[in-house]
């Protein structure tokens, strides 16, 4: 197991206990969930070494990876995949000014995001660590998705712009892979980073059983001011925030169904809405921030 003593991100070493929260996905484990009261960053404490966190992943219902459509709930979040895919695109546009650009996807999945933006005539890659989703994209998507290594072998200003859509919670050594965007990125590219945001009103009503914690596969648990202080280290400001207008739902239903609801749908999307109309008042409500960073 890892543990920090200090905060990751500004080094402080006044962090409390915060939760303990459950991996209600694989191993009903329990895992410490932090607080620093310097810089408010939040961090999942007691993880496991990186070379053993492959087996918190090996599960059906674990469908990023996954075409599942089993259940009502795998087959909304599938519905809404897609439909998020042009939206997506829409963003691109809008942020960077391009009708066509270079995009490296960081975290692919299953790869239907850089095999939609193919398809609209985008260059696009995609790096994941998964072999196995790397595997399926191939097969499914019909997409070459590269090992997290390769993105040393991007050359430097190649690159319009990096996506990370809710993988950068992921990664044991982010500050890595925001150096290697920064470096392929052209000036002024564009860094795109989709996140659970743990000041959200779902969060806040949950607390510790909140899905979104989903330990410990989520290493790092990021708001508005703890995201750019990350990144303003790597030498990207802050341009724009979306909020993700589904993700309160999903999150929602999925946390009545951890907590055993008798009526996990109704439960759930019944906060899902109150979420999103709450964030659309305060931008700090929302269930999932997007955040558009420019290279400095």
Known sequence: MLNHNKC???GSGDIILLY???DYLVSGEKFPVYRCRSCTFIFTN??????????????EEYISHSDNNNGLVNSIYQYVRRWMLSSKLRMLKKESGLVKASVLDIGSGSG?????????GWECQGIEISKEARHYAGERNNIGLKPPEDINNFENSSIDIVTMWHTLEHFYQPGEYLGS?????????LLVIALPNHQSYDARKYREEWAA?????????????????????????????????????????????NKKSSIPLIKGFT?????WISSILIKRNTSSLVYIFRKD
């Open 8 to 10: 990751p991100l500004c």
């Open 20 to 22: 303990e929260c459950t």
């Open 46 to 59: 007691n993880i496991p070494e990186e070379k053993e966190a492959a087996r918190y992943y090996q599960s």
């Open 112 to 120: 239907y995001f850089p095999a939609y933006l193919i398809n609209k």
């Open 181 to 189: 965007s920064y470096r392929i990125l052209r000036d002024k590219g």
């Open 213 to 257: 914690w989903d330990v410990p596969r989520h290493l790092w648990h990021h708001n508005i001011d703890t995201i750019k202080l990350l990144c303003d280290k790597y030498g990207f400001k802050l341009k724009s925030i979306y909020r993700l207008p589904f993700d309160a739902y999903y999150v929602s239903a999925l946390t009545e169904k």
């Open 271 to 275: 906060t899902g809405f109150i979420s």
